[in-house]
């Protein structure tokens, strides 16, 4: 079917972690699918670092193999010097390195087996919304075609043409050189007073070396990219890992969140909606993550039945969410090292991320479960609100729990639609009562894992005499 003349479902610009996994799980629900690639992920030549959250996702995608051929080098130990001191191994801590190239082709290999029709290499010149359908003029080979999509997917990364961004985060660039006759067999993480460095062996006596700093004060040196780069690895007194390759990589690492809410139309994913602080060390995951998140959404949308408004909702509920969460990982780490050098670099990151990831109250500690004959109600913090969430994997609009120790309010608990069983524990009874009201719609195992839910997280709490 020529381009010209189909009309997609989706199309998906970006053949990144995000666009890829967003394409194969959109196809896999059905919808016809295209994607435009350009064939330059991974053009800065750095690896990438994944967290362990990946292969898990992508065992839940049925994407095995991708790593088979993309891994460099796995369980690389973790040395850390956070601060001062000597480097010291990271207990348990070890890291998975691969080629970004390699990775995406795999993703994108495993999105066209499914269905998805590509477009590669290629990028998105110009896109019209004609009152029906996107009209998408997709340059290919020097050569311009027309695609026709219901609806579009922008997971062009930090390089997508089409954006408004706002910042979450102090600019940050990304300084970066691959250094041979390197000896080192390990990843390590490097604190210094006005910026951080990440390096890992990256093939045979092969180590990249990544500086992390204030763009600001990258420009006080003198001199070229490299005269620059050499001077910061000095300042912080860097080990230097051997014989420097001189072409050096500079890039923006400052992190942000897209300012162009989502649309019946249009979604973001991946870096094109948020990009992390590169701190937190998760961007990949994030990025498949926020391409899960998608397939439901775009879905609903796509339904002429489909919730429009708690899809957008339960989209912008989630987005936020995870740059909470990253942010609080990122703020830990910036207190620690902020601790020891006490510098504006490290000092107004903590600030940023602290006052950003806002972390619930941690619930008061308790026994896993009420005594059976304890008497319980509802905490006077707990409310019942309406809230976007997925059900059926539409996304809907469910009434919630919500309380203070919450990260946001809660449908289900194990599947079990947890409000309306709650609002029975507005008046005061025991325990054992409870559970057997419970049981009336549910199984005993059930009823006891809810139990144990709301004790733990204070959305029960005893009732005073």
Known sequence: MEPDRALFDVFVVGGGPAGAAAALTLARRGLSVALCEAGD?????????????????????????????????????????????????????????????????????SAEASGVRMARPARLHRRRWNGRAWDLEVLTSGAAETWRARFLVDAAGRGTAFRRRTLTGTPTIA???TWRDARSEATTIVSASKAWFWS?????????????T???????????????????????????????DREIVVCNATPYLSASPASRRLLRVGDADAALDPLSSTGV?????????????????????????????FWEARRRARVRA?????????????????????????????ASSSPPAPPAPSPPVPHPFDIVRLDPRTAFVSAA????????????????????????VDGVDAAPLLRLAATAQTAADLVARWSARLAPAESYRLLSWAWRQGVLSAALP
């Open 214 to 244: 204030d763009p600001q004060h990258f420009r006080t040196f003198s001199g070229g990219s490299w005269d620059r780069y050499a001077a910061l690895v000095r300042e912080a007194g860097v080990e230097l890992p051997g014989t420097p």
């Open 389 to 412: 969430c997925l059900v059926d994997d539409r996304a809907a609009y469910r009434e919630c729990v919500a309380h203070p120790t919450l990260t946001e309010p809660v449908a289900f």
């Open 200 to 212: 890992a062996p990256t093939g045979s006596r092969q180590t990249t070396l990544v500086g992390f």
């Open 285 to 313: 995951q994030a990025a498949i993550q926020s391409a899960l998140a998608a397939g439901p959404v775009v879905a609903t949308l796509l339904d002429p039945h489909g919730d429009a408004n708690a899809a957008l909702a």
């Open 175 to 177: 300084v970066a050189a």
């Open 326 to 354: 990253h942010q609080g990982w990122s703020a830990e780490l910036y207190a620690e090292a902020a601790a020891f050098h006490r510098t504006p670099f490290w000092t107004t990151r903590t600030a940023e991320h602290q």
């Open 41 to 109: 992920v991974g053009r800065l030549g750095m690896p990438w670092s994944l967290s362990p959250g990946v292969s898990a996702q992508l065992s839940f995608l049925g994407l095995n193999d991708v790593l088979r051929d993309a891994v460099l080098r796995e369980d690389l130990s973790v040395w850390r010097r956070w601060g001062g001191g000597a480097l010291r191994e990271t207990p348990g801590g070890t890291t998975l390195l691969c080629d970004a190239v390699r990775f995406s082709q795999a993703m994108c290999a």
